[in-house]
């Protein structure tokens, strides 16, 4: 069992940076890959970024590509999500999640396991 709780949303200009913490409980944090995900007002939740249980390779979607930045500490039991250039486009609840699907990269929903409760995240024009 994994508990997530993510922290680091907020309001920002247009231009701006914010980085977005999951803190995991659990003893098998490290071997999950984690992902960062977001659900705008009336529309479905989307994939934002992805990182292998080891941190070595990560994956984004195009609209994030050069701006965001997915990590993690395995010793922390925490991932991040660094969010710079932001755009209005971007305003979401953002969500972290563990997965243990056996694509090289989980981009879809249900290959994740396990998700936190998500963290709004608002950029003003």
């Known amino acids: 069992q994994v508990q997530l709780v993510e922290s680091g949303g907020g309001l920002v200009q247009a231009g701006g940076s914010l980085r977005l913490s999951c803190a995991a409980s659990g003893r098998t944090f490290s071997t999950y890959a984690m992902g960062w995900f977001r659900q705008a007002p009336g529309k479905e939740r989307e994939f934002v970024a992805t990182i292998r249980w080891s941190g070595g390779s990560t994956s984004y979607a195009d609209s994030v590509k050069g701006r965001f930045t997915i990590s993690r500490d395995n010793a922390k039991n925490t991932v991040y999500l660094q969010m710079n250039s932001l755009k209005p486009e971007d305003t979401a609840v953002y969500y972290c999640?563990?997965?243990?699907?056996?694509?090289?990269?989980?981009?879809?929903?249900?290959?994740?396991?396990?998700w936190g409760q998500g963290t709004q995240v608002t950029v003003s024009s």
């Open positions: 999640a563990a997965g243990s699907g056996s694509s090289w990269h989980l981009k879809r929903l249900g290959e994740y396991d396990y």
